[in-house]
């Protein structure tokens, strides 16, 4: 008798749960809800971004985003040495990494990684490099980091009546920006462009 109220107890749970999500998906992503379908779905949002179940509808028409960016790092050692540090890419990683990563990544950068915003995004990312360069340093040269400069490098995607770039092809013309600096043993951040 228990074990058959487990079950069906067990059973409605998980119908709940997977109608619950497809709820929370189809409505979350529809293109032009309400104030008061805002006003419904502002509890359900933090669950959506944590578990990426949202869409942002810019990446559709009319106005799809024509930026191509990625961010790279350069490392400056206490002992004047520099290297490259490169955010994930989703065109230069692995097959299963890209299934499961690549795409997070690209979308993080493009909607997060702007010049002279969200500066504490800039830091955490500050603090994220500082962390895996030390960890890859304490396993090999033993340097010392002194300072990162990231660089954003952009590249407009013409409509394909202007240019038509066949499927696969990867953009090779990039201009780059430097948009922040960080030293990890300072609590001093800084924009690029900011005179501080």
Known sequence: MFSILFKWLKNILISA????????????????RSAVGNRIFNWVRP??????????????APNPSSLNSYIDVELTFADGSKEKWNFPRSSQLGTAERLVSGERFRKFAQD???PMEKEDVWIDLGKYV????????????????????????????QPPTKVFVPHGQLSREFSEELVFHFKPDSKVKYEARNNN
């Open 130 to 157: 500082a962390r895996e360069v030390s960890r890859l340093e304490d396993e090999g040269k033993h340097r010392s980091l002194e300072r990162m400069d990231f660089y954003r490098h952009t590249n407009r995607i």
């Open 112 to 114: 997060n990684l702007i």
């Open 47 to 60: 669950y959506q971004e944590l578990f990426a179940l949202y869409q942002a509808w810019s990446m559709f």
């Open 17 to 32: 749960f997977i109608v619950a999500n497809v709820i929370v998906i189809v409505f979350g992503s529809l293109p032009d």
